[in-house]
Nanobody
């Protein structure tokens, strides 16, 4: 059974950093692209970052470019999201997700939540002074 488990969420002050982890169980991440998404209270889930399976291509939402970095360690079956210079507007539940849909594999719909089929349970990130 394909399962994703996120961890690393916490409550931090503006300007601080966090690293989120997404561990895959039941399948190898080598062959799957991974997306990170977040959802703030009362808002729709939004795409944050993406990393491809084959060549490590990455994509970022404009709101996090230059502050967030996605990476993968296939040996640990884990994808990371390094978040620096955190802002209050980064607050939300962060999810990792994957799918076999070609629209995500080729990056066309990399940050579209509707295109993903398998989701983790989420990890809470709160940025507040």
């Amino acid at each position: 059974q394909l399962q994703l488990v996120e961890s690393g969420g916490d409550s931090v002050q503006p300007g601080e950093s966090l690293r989120l982890s997404c561990v895959a169980f039941g399948f190898s991440l080598d062959w799957y692209a991974i997306g990170w998404f977040r959802q703030a209270p009362g808002k729709e889930r939004e795409g944050v970052s993406y990393i491809s399976s084959s060549d490590g291509r990455t994509k970022y939402a404009d709101s996090v470019k230059g502050r967030f970095t996605i990476s993968r360690d296939n040996a640990k079956n884990t994808v990371y999201l390094q978040m620096n210079s955190l802002k209050p507007e980064d607050t939300g539940v962060y999810y990792c997700a994957t799918t076999a849909r070609w629209s995500v594999v080729d990056g066309t719909s990399a940050l579209s939540a509707d295109e993903y089929d398998y989701w983790g349970q989420g990890t809470q990130v709160t940025v507040s002074s």
